[in-house]
């Protein structure tokens, strides 16, 4: 009975606590001391710091969280001033203070908010206004090189979890007073802060107005990081494509605000989401411009031809062995069939058997520590494949298979589309196994409709081929000298865009 006596009294407070939600603060130092005390029970990192302001000679408590704010600042521009410096005017306590950002407030809820945020709230005795100042300092690591997108040419910084940070490296890269942010916050609880950075004269302003409703739209209790955000805004969720870019580096970020599309900084987290996204951008890399056109444009479409081994070249095999086996020349018809003298299995049975443990096998590297993952993914995928041979479970030539399209797959420079990748490879393995290539074109058809009917907030996924934009295609397949490519994609370019539409005869879509 006790233990639902002091629970029934914790509610109270609770109750209390929300009711003084609406209401303003008291001129009694002692009440808002007891007010605050009652909201932030069971909360030791609490700091109340009660003084006489020697300019007024007044009491007054200063309230913050210890382990979220810079007790630095708090000392030496705020305690500091207020309790050794004398001034003429015993009003306005706030302009002994040094500090840029002050704010004057007689609404619990703002302050709640405000300590919850990291800044240090002063209460003085017989005025009914409290001063916020801005002195959060959350803990957070030191800028570095992305683990994820690695670069050669580029420069070697990325994102961080700081959002305030994340914005100041891309105005770095920008130096353009077109470079507008809009903040917004998402979060019932937890209370995220997001920042929607855009150059005002190039993006596409529908697009704009489209992202900040949908975000308005997000009911959750906090955003964790971007990736959730990203699956609330996203047109299709049911599709296992990314319609979004999420990116690690400043200088990606920054040369896609230039190119018209639109990048959301989520406070807490190290990923930027962009958009529009087109199936073109998850294939490019900032290192694509950094080097000679040749050889860009020789590992871009090393990345396609990577994109269709590691989604079709599976399903081919298993099509050929198992329907079409007349294709196959007669040495090397002979050379298979030995190698699957011993194979109890199916040819569908044993490509699942090896491409699920080589999933397995990739997963359990990237969730173990560094040094140890690649130990386990390279030693492991070479013990496990030659003793799979050996034993007769595997042949020689789906080792190979394999081999391949795990190479293939790590081509593609975007993670979220590898692993989308990698998702669709099992479907069209299993329409080989049923229709043969029959399968493989019903697969591709299917595919490629999915491509077509996809959208990105609003925008064509498939552009711009699917719709035609053969303006922007210097820089798809291949990437044509700098001078020859389009400052802005078509697509992207809200000017341009327009101007097409209204050339457009009636009747063409878009």
């Excluded at 994820?148 to 105005?171: K, P, Q, Y």
């Excluded at 907030?457 to 210097?474: E, K, Q, T, V």
Aim: aromatic letters at 10%; proline letters at 5%; glycine letters at 6%.
């Amino acid at each position: 009975m006790k233990f639902f006596r002091k629970y029934d009294k914790n509610l109270g407070s609770s109750q209390r606590h929300n009711h003084h939600h609406s209401n303003l603060i008291s001129s009694d130092l002692v009440a808002n001391i007891e007010e605050i005390q009652s909201i932030f029970c069971e909360t030791p990192d609490l700091v109340v710091r009660n003084f006489v302001i020697k300019q007024s000679n007044r009491q007054a408590a200063l309230v913050y969280l210890s382990g979220i704010t810079d007790s630095q600042m708090i000392n030496n521009h705020v305690l500091k001033p207020l309790l050794f410096e004398s001034g003429k005017d015993n009003c306005e306590t706030d302009l002994r203070v040094s500090l840029g950002q002050i704010k004057e407030t007689n609404k619990w809820q703002q302050i709640e908010s405000a300590i919850l945020n990291g800044e240090c709230v002063l209460f003085v005795d017989k005025r009914t206004e409290a001063f916020i100042y801005y002195t959060s300092s959350f803990p957070k690591r030191s800028i570095e090189d992305s683990p994820i997108e690695s670069s050669i040419n580029g420069s070697h910084v990325g994102f961080t979890e700081t959002g305030g940070d994340n914005v100041a490296l891309i105005r770095k890269q920008i130096y353009n007073r077109e470079l507008k942010i809009k903040e917004m916050t998402v979060g019932e609880r937890g209370k995220s802060k997001l920042a929607i950075l855009y150059l005002a004269d190039v993006a596409n302003h529908e697009v704009l107005k489209e992202i900040e409703e949908r975000i308005q739209k997000v009911d959750v209790d906090s955003i964790i990081n971007a990736g959730v955000l990203a699956e609330y805004i996203e047109d299709n969720p049911y599709s296992p494509f990314p319609q979004l870019l999420l990116t690690e580096r400043p200088d990606f970020a920054a040369s896609e605000i230039l190119q018209g599309r639109i990048a959301i900084v989520v406070d807490r987290s190290p990923n930027v989401i962009i958009g529009p996204a087109t199936f073109d951008s998850f294939f490019k890399t900032i290192d694509d411009y950094s080097s000679r056109w040749m050889v860009a444009s020789f590992i871009r479409l090393m990345r396609y031809f990577g994109f269709l081994i590691a989604i079709f070249l599976p399903s081919i095999y298993i099509a050929i062995i198992f329907f079409h086996f007349e294709v196959i020349p007669l040495k090397l018809l002979l050379s298979i069939g030995e190698s699957r003298e011993r194979v109890p299995f199916p040819p569908y049975i044993e490509a699942f058997i090896m491409e699920i443990t080589l999933e397995m096998l990739r997963e359990a590297g990237v969730r173990l520590p560094a040094k140890i993952g690649q130990t386990v993914g390279i030693v492991g995928g070479i013990v496990i494949g030659q003793a799979a041979v050996e034993a007769g479970i595997v042949s020689n030539v789906m080792v190979i298979v394999v081999a391949l399209t795990a190479i293939a797959s790590f081509i593609i420079p975007n993670y979220e589309m590898g692993s989308a990748i990698r998702m669709v490879r099992f479907p069209m393995m299993i329409l080989a196994s049923l229709f043969g290539f029959v399968g493989l074109a019903i697969g591709l058809m299917i595919l490629l409709a999915h491509f077509i009917a996809l959208e990105s907030l609003g925008m064509p996924y498939g552009s711009p081929i699917a719709p035609l934009r053969f303006p922007d295609w210097n820089d798809i397949f291949i990437r044509l000298p700098q001078w020859s490519i389009k400052k802005r994609p078509l697509s992207t370019n809200a000017v341009q865009l327009k101007k097409a539409n209204s050339n457009r005869p009636k009747g063409d879509e878009q």
